[in-house]
């Protein structure tokens, strides 16, 4: 089992920018992919971005140049930094990880960006 917990989200104004944090903690190792993904009311879950345990990043096209993830396979810890916050930004947002032969999501949390 892997537990995911997300931090970091909030209220921010446009233009703004945010970190988000993923920890994870029960059998983290072997975990391969992980990625961020959101979901705002009414939409589905839809990729933000991934990257894979060597470092092979992936994102919704998007959303290229504003969100970076990165993470820290020492500390099992993922982020997303996303800059230039725009209101359609808001949404929950969720870390996923993939330890095979399971996908395990965390909790969510929630960033709204006011305009």
């Known amino acids: 089992q892997v537990q995911l917990v997300e931090s970091g989200g909030g209220l921010v104004q446009a233009g703004g920018s945010l970190r988000l944090s993923c920890a994870a903690s029960?059998?983290?190792?072997?975990?391969?992919?992980m990625g961020w993904y959101r979901q705002a009311p009414g939409t589905q879950r839809a990729l933000v971005a991934s990257?894979?345990?060597?470092?092979?990043?992936n994102y919704a096209d998007s959303l290229k140049g504003r969100f970076t993830i990165s993470r820290d396979n020492e500390k099992n810890t993922l982020y997303l930094q996303m800059n230039s916050l725009k209101p359609e930004d808001t949404a929950t947002y969720y870390c996923g990880a993939w330890r095979r032969p399971n996908w395990y999501w965390g909790q969510g949390t929630q960033v709204t960006v006011s305009s």
């Open positions: 990257i894979t345990a060597t470092g092979t990043t």
């Open positions: 029960g059998s983290p190792f072997s975990i391969d992919t």
